[in-house]
């Protein structure tokens, strides 16, 4: 059964960090491409990053140079952390394998403004 569980959210100020975790099982994590999605409210799901294997990173223009995704293949957890926080990252976070189709509760990010 695959379980996502993601932790780390919050209120942060804009300019703030936070880390976000996400343990995942039911499925094989070590060999799979693994992302962080996000959907703020009235918009679509979006994806932010992914994380290869091998660790090779792709990341959405838009938090390029702010958002780092690592994982830990021992422990099957993702993470993202995020800095230099702006309003528009205001969303909820989910975690996935690529092409997952069952989702966790996500971790909900606000940044005022």
């Known amino acids: 059964q695959v379980q996502l569980v993601e932790s780390g959210g919050g209120l942060v100020q804009a300019g703030g960090s936070l880390r976000l975790s996400c343990a995942a099982s039911?499925?094989?994590?070590?060999?799979?491409?693994m992302a962080w999605y996000r959907q703020a409210p009235g918009k679509q799901r979006e994806l932010v990053a992914t994380?290869?294997?091998?660790?090779?990173?792709t990341y959405v223009d838009s938090v390029k140079g702010r958002f780092t995704i690592s994982r830990d293949n021992a422990t099957n957890t993702v993470y993202l952390q995020m800095n230099s926080l702006k309003p528009e990252d205001t969303a909820d976070y989910y975690c996935?394998?690529?092409?997952?189709?069952?989702w966790g509760q996500g971790a909900q990010v606000t940044v005022p403004s």
């Open positions: 039911g499925r094989p994590f070590g060999i799979n491409t």
């Open positions: 994380i290869l294997s091998g660790g090779y990173t």
């Open positions: 996935n394998w690529i092409g997952g189709s069952c």
